[in-house]
Nanobody
Framework: VQLQASGGGLVQAGGSLRLSCAAS????????MAWFRQRPGEEREFAAG????????YYADSVKGRFSISGDNAKNTMYLQMNGLKPEDTAVYYC????????????????????WGQGTQVTVSS
């Protein structure tokens, strides 16, 4: 599967953005999906994920209550709705997919994921 992330940009603190991850090659409902982010000089970290079944979502504590992950099988696209953005959310956001994982569980480790998109920059000004 090929992944294409989009939707990043510059927003003021407290604002919102919606990231999209379009998949081609195979349908997203065959994969567990996630968003990771990477700040300058730091390692890539898990932000949000959704299980292959689509029934389970999991969030890092830092984004819980502000971010929401969802998928649209008809459009073969995954989304990350980000509300209440903070300057510390500034990072490059990457979408990722894992093919062989428990269908009802969310993988949270970088090493779990087989496929990665190219990243989209999110910048939150104070």
């Amino acid at each position: 599967v090929q992944l294409q992330a989009s939707g990043g940009g510059l927003v003021q603190a407290g604002g919102s953005l919606r990231l999209s991850c379009a998949a081609s090659g195979r349908t997203v409902n065959r994969y567990g999906m996630a968003w990771f982010r990477q700040r300058p000089g730091e390692e890539r970290e898990f932000a949000a994920g959704i299980s292959r079944s689509g029934g389970t979502a999991y969030y890092a504590d830092s984004v819980k209550g502000r971010f929401s992950i969802s998928g649209d099988n008809a459009k073969n696209t995954m989304y990350l709705q980000m509300n209440g953005l903070k300057p510390e959310d500034t990072a490059v956001y990457y979408c990722a997919a894992v093919e062989k994982y428990h269908s009802a569980q969310v993988a949270t480790a970088f090493a779990d994921y087989n496929y990665w998109g190219q990243g989209t920059q999110v910048t939150v000004s104070s």
